[in-house]
């Protein structure tokens, strides 16, 4: 298989209440809005080019138990590529240690380094079960959002941050092409985590975190598909859309759906990996 995609639905951890655990569903009803072509030239017909499976859900992903379910089926699907639909962004943690992920790219507002264990504290218990956090590039950190104490954290660790205001500055192709290096060193697969509060509030109504003056919807996009352009990607999740609080056009499910396509457009015509050691 080409690409294989996983509903994850976690909510039972979540810092702020939260319906993350219906948007799986959503999503897969919004991606029936859209057509799998992209227009090239030449077209290029993803469901005709790529070998995609839908695995379903994991049932309960919460919870000890859950995460060991969610890291097997994970483990068992024999995909280049396993795309995660959460739920929550506890969902990063299981999924990239299912995938075996030597390196991680977050897109978010937030670090992620809570302590404890919720929807904030997903690269902080993978750092602690031995992810190398100088192969940690966090993408999109914005203002406001974060602490003073886990910024610290992160700049302790080792980790890469390209805040918000840089994505801007340096511009999409450089923040991929940095990433990549910085995530890809040392060799092994690297997951990619789409939070979509990264993005501005009006475009991601839906996500109970996003503030105003985030990413748009075109640089989210645009940064999901370059980074997916590397063959050493392995593993992706889309986390922190509640369905439940969209607004009515449903915007916000419908740019989760979006990601998943820019994921499997990348896989449908790959560039060499950029930056292998």
């Known amino acids: 298989m080409d690409a294989a995609i996983l509903g994850v639905p976690a909510h039972r951890t979540s810092l702020s209440p939260t319906g993350a655990d219906a948007t799986p569903a959503a999503i897969r009803e919004a991606l029936r809005r859209y057509s799998p072509t ?7 017909d993803l469901s005709a080019r790529l070998r995609i499976v ?5 049932a309960d992903p919460d919870g000890p138990e859950g995460e060991a379910e969610v890291r097997a089926r994970v483990a068992a699907l024999d995909a280049g590529l396993v795309i995660a639909l959460g739920g929550d962004n506890s969902l990063t943690y299981a999924v990239a240690q299912g995938a075996r992920a030597q390196g991680l790219i977050t897109l978010d507002a937030h670090y992620d380094l809570r302590d404890g264990v919720s929807n904030g504290s997903p690269v902080r218990r993978l750092v602690e079960d031995g992810l190398d956090p100088t192969r940690i ?15 610290q954290r992160a700049l302790d660790l080792g980790i890469t941050v390209i805040t918000l205001d840089a994505v801007r500055r340096r511009g999409v192709d450089d923040v991929v092409a940095h ?9 092994g697969g690297i997951h990619l985590d789409v939070d979509v509060d990264v993005c ?4 991601a109504p839906g996500c109970p975190a996003s503030v105003p003056g985030g990413l748009e ?12 352009t590397d063959a050493r990607l392995a593993s992706a999740d889309i986390a922190e859309v509640d ?17 998943v396509l820019e994921l499997l457009a990348a896989r449908a015509a790959p560039r060499p990996s950029e930056g292998t050691t």
Request: glycine residues 12%; proline residues 6%.
């Open 38 to 44: 992209l227009i090239g030239p030449p077209p290029v």
């Open 137 to 151: 590039v966090q993408i999109g950190i914005a203002d406001f959002a974060n602490s003073a104490a886990y910024a």
């Open 54 to 58: 839908d695995a379903g859900d994991v």
């Open 217 to 228: 919807a075109w640089e989210l996009r645009a940064l999901v598909r370059g980074i997916a």
């Open 243 to 259: 369905a439940t609080a969209d607004a009515p056009d449903g915007r916000t499910v419908r740019l989760a759906a979006l990601c």
């Open 200 to 203: 501005d509030r009006s475009v």
């Open 179 to 187: 990433a990549l290096q910085v995530a890809g060193a040392g060799g």
